[in-house]
């Protein structure tokens, strides 16, 4: 009897223990990611930047790179706040702080597909631009995003429901208002279409260009070009489309996470967004030159 006690006993504790040990590793994990992209991204931006000084060139992909470097300087100057409410456990600073620093990055990657996009379909359509059209559209993106969107997204993020003040990052009962979940879904669809229709389309491509010039495929610069670009699918693919997957699962059944278990996975998913600021890095390696 006392053998079944201890037992039981055991099995409550390991039980007990199992959250606490999964919750911890998932800090673990996102504290290892944000590390990642910080040191990646600040090395990649910084070489990047100093490679286009020397060039000084004003091309459509030049400026398209340029804005990538800007939208990642502003995800890195925010994640050393992520870091420390992950590290410390509580979150130090004000309420706005906190909800600007969780919209940054639902801005940084949305912004960033976007000229991934961008590039893609520029190249894809063979697309040149006098340098007046390109800073003008470019520019024009730019103001949308800084007049209108971000304003309006920081009206409204975070704001619907109270939220603790030593807690950040958990602004999940904001998909209790169906406009949420409805701003979601549409996101996520959008997203994940164009991603598919874009990675289609670019393997067609691909295939055609490769068919085409085989056996001495290297040695063209379409093929180069073609092949080039997938590599922005790859990183939407890798870093963007899982975030997205699992937030449909996320949005039908966090209202049964009592354990905040799938609000972690979540923000894992989330930190993994921010390994799209390696891109620069794969730049200067040679491997999307």
């Known amino acids: 009897m006392m053998m079944l006690n201890s037992s039981i006993t055991q099995q409550n504790h390991s039980s007990n223990d199992t959250p606490l040990d999964s919750s911890e590793k998932l800090h673990a994990i996102l504290i290892v990611l944000y590390i990642i992209s910080l040191a990646g991204g600040t090395l990649g931006v910084i070489m990047m930047s100093r490679q286009l000084f020397q060039r000084r060139s004003q091309s459509v992909m030049t400026l398209m790179i340029i804005s990538l470097l800007v939208l990642h300087t502003f ?93 950040c990052f958990q602004f999940h009962r904001e998909l209790l208002e169906a406009r949420m979940v409805m701003a979601n ?32 495929i290297n040695s063209h610069v379409e093929f180069r070009a073609q092949a080039k670009s997938f590599f922005f699918i790859l990183v939407t693919l890798v870093c963007f489309m899982p975030h997205h997957i699992f937030r449909v699962y996320y949005i039908q059944n966090y209202n049964l996470d009592k354990d905040h278990k799938l609000l972690l996975y979540n923000e894992a998913f989330l930190a993994l967004t921010t390994m799209c600021c390696l891109d620069m890095l794969c730049f200067i390696a040679g491997i999307a030159h």
């Open 75 to 167: 995800l890195l100057l925010s994640i050393p706040f992520r870091l420390s409410y992950y590290v410390l456990g509580e979150w130090k600073f004000d309420t706005f702080a906190c909800r600007l620093a969780s919209a940054i990055i639902y801005l940084h990657m949305y912004a960033t597909f976007a000229f991934y996009v961008a590039i893609i379909v520029t190249r894809l359509l063979r697309l040149e631009f006098r340098k007046c059209y390109t800073t003008a559209w470019v520019g024009a993106a730019w103001l949308v995003g800084a007049l209108v969107i971000a304003p309006v997204l920081l009206s409204y993020y975070g704001t619907s429901k109270p939220y603790k003040p030593s807690e």
């Open 185 to 216: 879904y549409c996101l996520i669809g959008i997203l994940v279409a164009v991603c598919v229709v874009l990675t289609v389309i670019q393997l067609t491509v691909i295939y055609r260009v490769a068919v085409k010039y085989w056996p001495d």
